[in-house]
Nanobody, 121 residues
């Protein structure tokens, strides 16, 4: 199983970016997906999370600005980030939780390699 993030880049404060995370491999299902971020010198934190049923939750720092969504048929998750602030600068990671293989084996959780988001004027 491989997760590949895309969509990161540099943007001015107040701007928007949309991150994508595509999971590939012998996947039957993914229970939940999440977006995390890690800024230099800080611990990795969960930014947004979405369950298989579509329930979402967000870190307080991004509520009202970020929106997580997923396309279960494509094993893909998205993070729409609006009204970006300099403090949103970080490497953003995607996580797939509770991955089940096509042979119905539990494979566990997987991380992507990360994509850099820089918010600066």
């Amino acid at each position: 199983v491989q997760l590949v993030e895309s969509g990161g880049g540099s943007v001015q404060p107040g701007g928007s970016l949309r991150l994508s995370c595509a999971a590939s491999g012998s996947i039957f299902s993914i229970n939940a997906m999440g977006w995390y971020r890690q800024a230099p010198g800080k611990q990795r934190e969960r930014v947004a999370h979405i369950t298989s049923g579509g329930s979402t939750d967000y870190a307080d720092s991004v509520k009202g600005r970020f929106t997580i969504s997923r396309d279960k048929a494509k094993n893909t998750a998205y993070l729409q980030m609006n009204s970006l602030k300099p403090e949103d600068t970080a490497v953003y990671y995607c996580k797939a939780e509770g991955v089940e293989s096509r042979l119905r084996f539990a494979l566990g959780d997987y991380w992507g390699q990360g994509t850099q988001v820089t918010v600066s004027s």
